[in-house]
């Protein structure tokens, strides 16, 4: 059974950094991309980026790019979202989500909630 | 503001059939597939249609997708109470060279 188990909810201050992380099992970790989706509280799904673990290519939407960085690390089948300062705009659920292919998510994980006030 | 438009929301009474439209332009649905995903609230969302028009296992006949141009469309029959939820298309967008999903809609079941 594929499954996407991600890192536990987190409450943190403004400027402060933070990695969140989602493994994979039950596949390939390498054959397929994995990426990240946003949703702000009570608003709709936002597609941040995804990361090919074979070979680390990324791709960010442009409304990311900068803003975050997605890594993986194959040896442990696991990717991370990362922010250096965060902001209180950043609060959200974070889910992780593996493509099938471009612009197809066939597996999610249970959501992150990263929580940011003073 | 999401790249792919969808209407807030759809009501119909259980047994019913709904439909639900997501526009776009050519650089995302006019050329790419399109999927359809349900959320219920609190919980993570799941592939409802993929490739436009097909179901992954375990998903009914219930419901089902199509693509015409710059649009498509979920469809769901037989309306049921547990079919409540948020729905979203996703596709890709060769322009943006990253993936886009639509405003949601939320479904209710009379």
């Known amino acids: 059974e594929v499954q996407l188990v991600q890192s536990g909810a987190e409450v943190k201050k403004p400027g402060e950094s933070l990695k969140i992380s989602c493994k994979g099992s039950?596949?390939?970790?390498?054959?397929?991309?994995i990426g990240w989706v946003r949703q702000m509280p009570g608003k709709g799904l936002e597609w941040m980026g995804i990361i090919y673990p074979g070979n680390s290519d990324t791709r960010y939407s442009p409304s990311f790019q900068g803003q975050v960085t997605i890594s993986a690390d194959r040896s442990i089948s696991t990717a991370y979202l990362q922010w250096s300062s965060l902001k209180a705009s950043d609060t959200a659920i974070y889910y992780c989500a593996r493509h099938a292919n471009y612009g197809l998510v066939d597996c999610w994980g249970q959501g992150a909630l990263v929580t940011v006030s003073a | 503001q999401s790249v792919l438009t969808q209407p807030p929301s759809v009501s119909a009474a259980p047994g019913q059939k709904v439909t639900i439209s997501c526009s776009g332009n050519s650089s995302n649905i006019g050329n790419n597939y399109v999927a359809w995903y349900k959320q219920v609230p609190g919980t993570a969302p799941k592939l409802l249609i993929y490739d436009n028009d097909k179901r992954p296992s375990g998903i009914p006949d219930r419901f089902s997708g199509s693509k015409s141009g710059t649009s498509a469309t979920l469809g769901i029959t037989g309306l049921q109470t547990g079919d409540e939820a948020d729905y979203y298309c996703g596709t890709w967008d060769s322009s943006l060279s990253a993936g886009v999903f639509g405003g949601g809609t939320k479904m209710t079941v009379l």
């Open positions: 039950g596949y390939s970790f390498t054959n397929y991309w």
